[in-house]
Nanobody, 122 residues
């Protein structure tokens, strides 16, 4: 499956962005979909994930209450709504997919997009 992220950009602190991840090649309706990010000079870190049914979501503490992950299986797309953005949210954001129910560990995800840059200015 190929994953393509979109929606990144440069915004001021307090603004909102919605990232989208479109999957192609096969349906991802039975995959766990996740968002990860890599801040400048740091390692990739978990942001959020949503189960194949959409009934289970899980967030990193740093984004809980500000970010919302959702999916539209009819469009084979997963979204990350990011509100109240902070400068520390600046990173390349990656979409990932994995068969079955997965958690926050990046190596559990077999498929990755190329990433989209999000920059939050203070």
């Amino acid at each position: 499956v190929q994953l393509v992220e979109s929606g990144g950009g440069l915004v001021q602190a307090g603004a909102a962005l919605r990232l989208a991840c479109a999957a192609a090649g096969r349906a991802v309706s039975t995959d766990t979909m996740g968002w990860f990010r890599q801040p400048p000079g740091k390692e990739r870190e978990f942001v959020a994930r949503i189960s194949w049914s959409g009934g289970s979501t899980y967030y990193a503490d740093s984004v809980k209450g500000r970010f919302t992950i959702s999916r539209d299986d009819a469009k084979n797309t997963v979204y990350l709504q990011m509100n109240s953005l902070k400068p520390e949210d600046t990173a390349v954001y990656y979409c990932a997919a994995a068969r079955g129910l997965r958690g926050w560990i990046s190596r559990e995800y077999a498929y990755w997009g190329q990433g989209t840059q999000v920059t939050v200015s203070s």
